[in-house]
C-alpha cells in the first residue's frame, strides 16, 4: 500500500497521507470503515483546495489519484461538480472526473453521481448565441424524453449554465448525464482493427445492423415519427457483446417532411453527397420522407 502512494505525486500527498495511516484501521472494520473514508473525503476538501493549483505534469497524478479514490468507493469531493435534474425534475449532482474527448462544439467528460457513485458521461454544448441555446435544449430535452432501448443511449439528466468572461466566446452551456459505455464508438474500434488489418466477422457485422435498425424502429414508431438522419460510425457506442447503441440526436428531425415552397426545399437542402438520389430534384408540393 504504501508503494501504491509513493507514486501519486506531491498535490494529493495531503489527503493520502491520512489515508495511508487510517487504512490499516478501516481494513479491520468492515463497513464501519467505510464511512471513515467518507468523513475523511468530507475533512480533506480545504487541503485539496489548497493544493489545486497543479504543476506541469499532473494531469497523469491526478489520474493516478482518481484509481484510489475509486478503491475506497468513493471520489474526491473537491472536484468540480455539475447539477442537473433527472426527467421527475428532481435535482441530482454529479461529480467531474476526467475529460474523455472533445468535439467542434461540445465536450465529454467522465463523471460519477454523489448518490450512487456509479459513472456516467458529461456532454457539454457550449453555446454563442440564443439561437444555439434553444437548439442544444430542444437536443437535450428529446433525448431525455425517448423511450428507453438496449439500442438507445440513455440520458438521466440535462441541465442550462450560463458562462461568462469564456475563452470561446460562449455565452451558456447545455449539459447532459448519459450513460457510460468503456469500449467506445464503432469508429474508435474500427480505426484500431484497420491498423492490424483485422476486420469485423459478417456475424458481428449483422448484428450491429439489426441493433441499428431496432434502435431507428424505436424512433420511426413514436408518435411523431423522428428520423435521427446522421447515423455514422462515431455516432454508435459499444455495449456488451457487440451491442450497438445509437447516440447523438442533435440531428433528429420529423421522420416526414412536407415541402410547400421553394424556400422549405431551400431550409433542408444538405450536402448532395448526403441526399439520396430520389431526392435531388425537389420541387413544391412534394413529401420526402
Not at 49 to 61: A, L
Request: proline share 4%; with cysteine; aromatic share 6%.
Amino acid at each position: 500500500m504504501q508503494h501504491v502512494f509513493s507514486g501519486v505525486g506531491k498535490v494529493y500527498s495531503p489527503c493520502l497521507r491520512i489515508l495511508g495511516l487510517k487504512f490499516a484501521g478501516w481494513a479491520r472494520q468492515g463497513e464501519k470503515g467505510f464511512c471513515s473514508v467518507q468523513k475523511i473525503c468530507e475533512s480533506s476538501r480545504n487541503i485539496c483546495r489548497v493544493n489545486s493549483r497543479k504543476p506541469k505534469g499532473i494531469h497523469t497524478n491526478v489520474r493516478v489519484s482518481q484509481e484510489i479514490w475509486g478503491m475506497f468507493g468513493c471520489w474526491p469531493i473537491c472536484g468540480e461538480r455539475v447539477r442537473v435534474r433527472d426527467i421527475s425534475g428532481a435535482s441530482v449532482t454529479y461529480f467531474v472526473h476526467e475529460n474523455i474527448d472533445k468535439g467542434g462544439f461540445s465536450t465529454i467528460e467522465l463523471v460519477s453521481s454523489s448518490k450512487s457513485r456509479q459513472e456516467f458521461v458529461l456532454k457539454r454544448i457550449l453555446c454563442h448565441s440564443k439561437s444555439d441555446e434553444v437548439k442544444a435544449l430542444d437536443e437535450a430535452f428529446l433525448h431525455l424524453h425517448l423511450p428507453q432501448h438496449r439500442n438507445i443511449l440513455s440520458c438521466v439528466g440535462t441541465g442550462l449554465t450560463p458562462l461568462s468572461h469564456h475563452p470561446q466566446g460562449a455565452t451558456s452551456q447545455v449539459l447532459m448525464i448519459l450513460k457510460y459505455y468503456e469500449k467506445g464508438t464503432l469508429e474508435r474500434e474500427l480505426t484500431r482493427r484497420r491498423k492490424t488489418a483485422d476486420g469485423l466477422s459478417s456475424q458481428i457485422a449483422a448484428k450491429l445492423i439489426t441493433g441499428l435498425c431496432r434502435a431507428l424502429a424505436v424512433l420511426l414508431t413514436l408518435s411523431s415519427p423522428l428520423s435521427h438522419r446522421d447515423i455514422k460510425p462515431a455516432n454508435v457506442l459499444l455495449g456488451p457483446n457487440w451491442c450497438p447503441v445509437l447516440m447523438d440526436f442533435g440531428s433528429c428531425t420529423s421522420a416526414v417532411i412536407e415541402i410547400r415552397n421553394f424556400k422549405d426545399a431551400e431550409k433542408w437542402k444538405v450536402c448532395l453527397l448526403l441526399v439520396a438520389p430520389i431526392c435531388l430534384r425537389i420541387s413544391q408540393r412534394k413529401i420526402v420522407q
